[in-house]
């Protein structure tokens, strides 16, 4: 059984930067995709960055350009770089692995805070 777990969040400036990880306990054979999701208070969980199992990635409009996300070779961990941050990002920052076509569901991780502030 696969667990993920996201690390990196924390309290930055606006235009700082923080980098996400999210590492698999176990080895993710076959996936769709892996994601980053967010959620902020009183509002719905939603997309923020994507990336396929064959290297294709989507991203939110309003972090294109600005958060980048990537995986390291052996696929078990991904990597969400953010860039120029902004107060409205402020969220809990949560990332998945999507293995539905897999009959193995989707798996999320606990979450990690991410504050910008001043």
């Known amino acids: 059984q696969v667990q993920l777990a996201e690390s990196g969040g924390g309290l930055v400036q606006p235009g700082g930067s923080l980098r996400l990880s999210c590492a698999a306990s176990?080895?993710?054979?076959?996936?769709?995709?892996m994601g980053w999701y967010r959620q902020a208070p009183g509002k719905q969980r939603e997309l923020v960055a994507r990336?396929?199992?064959?290297?294709?990635?989507n991203y939110a409009d309003s972090v294109k350009g600005r958060f980048t996300i990537s995986r390291d070779n052996v696929k078990t961990t991904v990597y969400l770089q953010m860039n120029s941050l902004k107060p409205e990002d402020t969220a809990v920052y949560y990332c998945?692995?999507?293995?539905?076509?897999?009959?193995?569901?989707?798996?999320w991780g606990q979450g990690t805070q991410v504050t910008v502030s001043s």
């Open positions: 998945n692995v999507d293995r539905v076509q897999y009959g193995l569901g989707i798996t």
């Open positions: 176990g080895s993710v054979f076959s996936y769709t995709a």
């Open positions: 990336i396929f199992s064959g290297g294709i990635t």
